[in-house]
């Protein structure tokens, strides 16, 4: 009955959403942005200031205290701004920044007309001010669950365009936007080892030992580390500083990991979310409670139905992990593989699923090297596998990939001669203990970027691996990832929101396009021409797969189909019942296909 009682309030604030803000038969049911004569008053945001437990924050771009101020003589920040610029590519530094975005284009605004409105760190590019583009002009800095759930009473109240954000980890800009109101919950860092956790509703006395709840703001570094000192280890993400965030898009859009062949995706290993609504509610999902909605939440996308409040996770008990280490390098420009790289590239492919099936996870990515010239690159783990097993199944490709080099010397020119500077496999006591000694604290983050993705399946790697390789050699800095099969094709397909792709899957391939701040508009159209071209040639080769959600192009010309797959309208009916006003939307996400790219406006 209760239940019942909350999704009617949820249909009564659409209602009243409905008649306070004009949703007229003569046009579209617009959001109000900052400049528009219904942006709240400043009476209406201290109002809101009393009700939470921190100041408002009024984000800018990162680089903004690199300017001269925009009404007085007053001097940029110079301290600041070398801090700034010392940390431009430091992703623990930019999630700490209400306005930062990994990539800082997701801070940018390019206008119908192809106007640039930007904050650049190079003070001299663009119109020489710093504009505030698309960072949210105003938001909440949440520290507990009564700031999120005034922030969400707020922005229905006033139908304002609302933006979620935690790290800034993001490739389609669902953290940021044009004239938006923003709710941060960076700052809810609490986290929770169950000795034996009890999911709400359950009455069968159902627990699990050892769980851990992290808060909204928990990154991956903070609970890899809370685990390993309970003894336990999580299916989490791998980036520099283990900045992405443990409870956010990252869970909701799938999840993905290097262990995931073994442990399956993050969406996998769930027991529990907490969330506000859009009417203002904080409530506990699982399998007992709201079971529709936990459905939903694991793989139907981060910002769309809720506000996430915590997640509880599976742990495992810590197990050795044996890594897998291969550079080989041509004295080459080229950025598309060919030769004996090419041959490399080809017998991993036809390798991989022995690989996955041995719990290997990893990826294999190829671009310039730091001496220069064309460096191919294999970095891999296999968490809880003997030594003789792991090796017996890599070991031979290095052997394969060295013949490769001895028969290139000599044999051609300089720019075909095949190098391997690095061919190991190490034992490490833990998966955290390799993490630390390999992954970077800083970098891959603070450039230009947009992404295109695509899933390839099993069957299509075992019956047609040559098509595959030839076809990916072609694509410039490639990142071939063998993180699903394994355990994420043994779970049903039917078992969560996911895409269920990923349970046909055995390859996430990422690549993208970059470029440098001050490039003109035109220039960067181009450019993603290019990715949307190579986004077709991808797809072509398996298209009834799908893209990560969280990793993907911009562009795709179906989206639903792309990262939803056949639970779309299931995961729409979902988000009508418990956000009836589409207070939650981002950018190809689920709903958003009834607004406007710039998701302010309805178009049917």
């Not at 139908?159 to 709710?183: A, C, E, P, W």
């Amino acid at each position: 009955m209760q239940r019942i009682a909350s999704l009617s309030l949820l249909s009564f604030a659409w209602l009243a959403a409905q008649i306070a803000y004009g949703f007229q038969e003569s046009g579209p049911r617009c959001r109000c942005l900052y400049g528009d004569p219904c942006w709240p008053s400043e009476a209406d945001f201290a109002q809101l200031s009393s009700e939470i437990s921190h100041p408002l924050v009024k984000p800018t771009p990162l680089a903004q205290p690199c300017y001269l101020a925009s009404n007085s003589s007053v001097q940029s920040n110079s301290s600041v701004c070398s801090t700034i610029s010392e940390n431009w590519d430091n992703s623990t530094f930019r999630s700490g920044h209400p306005g930062a975005m990994e990539a800082p284009n997701f801070e940018t605004f390019i206008s119908p007309a192809g106007q640039l409105h930007a904050c650049f760190l190079n003070t001299t590019l663009g119109a020489l001010r710093c504009e505030q583009g698309s960072v949210p002009v105003v938001g909440v800095e949440a520290h507990k669950v009564g700031d999120i759930q005034a922030a969400v009473k707020f922005a229905a109240k006033h139908d304002l365009r609302l933006v979620i954000k935690n790290t800034g980890h993001d490739y389609l800009g669902r953290s940021s936007g044009r004239g938006s109101f923003m709710i941060w919950t960076h700052h809810m860092k609490n986290i929770t080892v169950h000795d034996a956790f009890r999911p709400l509703g359950s009455l069968s006395g159902e627990t699990f030992e050892h769980a851990i709840t992290v808060h909204a703001g928990v990154q991956w570094q903070e609970a890899y580390s809370a685990a390993n000192a309970s003894g336990r280890m999580m299916v989490g993400g791998v980036a520099a500083g283990g900045s992405v965030g443990a409870a956010g898009g990252w869970v909701l859009g799938g999840g993905q990991s290097l262990v995931s062949p073994v442990y399956g995706l993050g969406v996998d290993n769930v027991l529990e979310f907490t969330l506000v609504l859009a009417n203002s509610s904080h409530i506990t999902t699982n399998a007992y409670e709201h079971s529709d909605l936990f459905w939903a939440l694991r793989g139907g996308g981060g910002g769309t139905f809720g506000v996430i409040t915590s997640v509880t996770y599976k742990t495992y008990p810590i197990v050795p992990t044996i890594s897998a280490s291969l550079i080989a390098s041509v004295n080459s420009t080229q950025s598309t593989l060919s030769g004996s790289l090419a041959e490399a590239f080809t017998e991993f492919v036809r390798i991989t699923p022995t690989l996955t099936d041995a719990g290997w996870g990893g990826y294999v990515t190829y671009g310039p090297g730091t001496q220069g010239g064309l460096t191919y690159e294999l970095v891999a783990i296999a968490p809880n596998a003997s030594w003789e097993e792991a090796t017996a199944t890599i070991v031979p490709y290095f052997d394969y990939v060295q013949a490769l080099a001895d028969n290139s010397t000599g044999s051609g020119t300089a720019e075909t001669q095949l190098t391997v500077s690095v061919a190991e496999t190490t034992l490490y006591p833990s998966f955290l203990s390799w993490y630390m000694a390999n992954i970077p604290a800083t970098g891959l983050v603070g450039s230009n970027l947009n992404l295109g993705s695509w899933l390839l399946p099993r069957d299509l790697m075992e019956t047609d691996y040559k098509r595959v390789a030839e076809t990916l050699s072609t694509v410039p800095g490639l990142s071939f990832e063998f993180v699903a099969g394994g355990a994420v094709s043994q779970a049903n397909a039917s078992s969560t929101g996911l895409n269920p792709a990923w349970r046909k899957a055995l390859v996430h391939t990422i690549f993208g396009v970059s470029w440098a701040d001050g490039t003109p508009a035109a220039e960067i159209d181009e450019m993603q021409d290019t990715l949307k071209a190579t986004s077709a040639k991808l797809r072509a080769l398996a298209p009834d797969s799908g893209a990560y959600f969280n990793e993907a192009s911009m562009f795709e010309p179906d989206p639903p189909k792309a990262f939803f797959g056949a639970h779309y309208e299931k995961l729409k009916a979902i988000k009508e019942t418990y956000d009836p006003m589409d207070l939650f939307l981002v950018l190809e996400g689920v709903g958003s296909d009834e607004w406007d790219r710039e998701l302010t406006c309805q178009t049917h």
